[in-house]
């Protein structure tokens, strides 16, 4: 059973930085797993941030960022501003399946 | 402009099948996967599966591999996604989501509700 593992929830102040992860349980993240990121508010559809682990989308504002760190995929949110509060959900490759993490619930206060 | 358009909400009766239709435009059909992805209330995002547009391809996450089948029509670009034997277990939101080859996810369809109660 394949299981990708993201923070349950997060904090952080306006303006600040914050980073969100993404882990497999199958061992280290690297790009060969394709990592991507997308952010639900709440009564919409996911729309997609980030695709193979750094590349932004047109509409994806520069304060998203994707990276591999100690061998897990992360999201990092830099100037945080309150219309960032939302869910984000990572998702993984496996060879045919994809696997989407549990979600991260970012709050910002 | 890329749409996703998909059909509009169900209500089932446990046991029964719902069809769920993904209709496509602004690009080539054939040259994206769409995925299927459901969201039970309150819960997280769960893959269901794939299917190649071109092709007609498809893979299955193993949770559904025995009754969900996912087909296209290239001629009218919209695919399908038809889960048989519902529960109330089946009750979510569908999303199908466009990917272009090696990862690249990008637009996603409105979601369609389906309600499984007797």
């Known amino acids: 059973q394949t299981v990708v593992t993201q923070e349950p929830s997060l904090t952080v102040s306006p303006g600040g930085t914050v980073t969100l992860t993404c882990a497999s349980n199958?061992?280290?993240?690297?790009?060969?797993?394709?990592p991507n990121w997308f952010q639900q508010k709440p009564g919409q559809a996911p729309r997609a941030l980030i695709y193979?682990?750094?590349n932004k989308h047109s509409w994806t504002p520069a304060r998203f960022s994707g990276s591999l760190v100690g061998g897990k995929a992360a999201l990092t949110l830099s100037g945080v501003q309150p219309d960032d509060e939302a869910e984000y959900y990572c998702l993984l490759y496996y060879g045919g399946a994809w696997v989407f993490g549990g979600g991260t619930k970012l709050t910002v206060l | 402009q890329v749409q996703l358009v998909q059909s509009g909400a169900e209500v089932k009766n446990p046991g029964a099948s719902v069809k769920v239709s993904c209709k496509a435009s602004g690009y080539t059909f054939t040259d994206y996967y769409l995925h299927w992805v459901r969201q039970a209330p309150g819960q997280g995002l769960e893959w269901m599966g794939m299917i190649n547009a071109n092709t007609g391809g498809t893979n299955y996450a193993q949770n559904f591999q025995d009754r969900v089948i996912m087909t296209r029509d290239t001629s009218i670009t919209t695919a399908y996604m038809e889960l048989s034997r519902l529960t109330s277990d089946d009750t979510a939101v569908y999303y199908c989501?466009?990917?272009?080859?090696?990862?690249?996810?990008?637009?996603w369809g409105q979601g369609t509700l389906v309600t499984v109660s007797s």
């Open positions: 199958t061992g280290a993240v690297t790009s060969a797993y394709f």
């Open positions: 193979t682990t750094t």
């Open positions: 989501a466009r990917e272009f080859h090696g990862g690249y996810f990008d637009y």
